[in-house]
């Protein structure tokens, strides 16, 4: 306290102290502001997921602008994160489950499958871990059809998975 003033604020070198909380929490805030919004055409849906997928082992571009990878940004909020993962598996676990259907049918679904998760694999790689309970999801639902499979539908899953990395 400064001498002779009971009400006033404790002042440090002409500082008030709540100017000095005040000050300390815009820096907090501004400190906390990093997290990447995702983009638009990650939320489009399961049945839009799908049919973009229907692109590998090309680009993908979900919503017709965004490679999958794009949907797994590094400071993802949780929320989008959270979103996208329930789209993700969704799609995941329906494309997983095609691979086993016989002829082109189960080897298109091995190849939409393997780039699934390699583009997943792809987004993830420099995101400290934040998506890493994801992509496992993602890899376990996707690639559940492949027990059993034949060595032709394998070889479809990881040609799908080498492209989702390169360009997914």
Avoid: W
């Amino acid at each position: 306290m400064v001498a002779g003033c009971q009400d006033c604020p404790v002042r440090i070198h002409g500082f008030s102290t709540l100017a000095l909380i005040l000050a300390s929490g815009v820096l907090v805030l501004g400190c906390g502001e990093t997290e990447t919004e995702t983009a638009d055409g990650c939320f489009g849906g399961v049945a839009s997921f799908k049919s973009s997928l229907r692109q590998a082992p090309g680009p993908v571009l979900l919503g017709g602008t965004t490679p999958i990878s794009d949907c797994l940004p590094r400071d993802q909020p949780a929320g989008d994160l959270v979103d996208f993962g329930e789209i993700a598996t969704q799609v995941a676990t329906e494309t997983g489950a095609a691979v086993s259907e016989p002829g082109p049918d189960g080897i298109k679904a091995a190849i939409d499958a393997g780039y699934l998760v390699g583009a997943m694999e792809k987004g993830a790689e420099d995101s400290e871990a934040i998506h890493a309970v994801l992509v496992e999801r993602v890899r376990s639902a996707a690639s559940n059809g492949l027990d059993g499979a034949s060595e032709s539908v394998r070889g479809h899953y990881e040609a799908g998975l080498e492209a989702g990395r390169e360009v997914g």
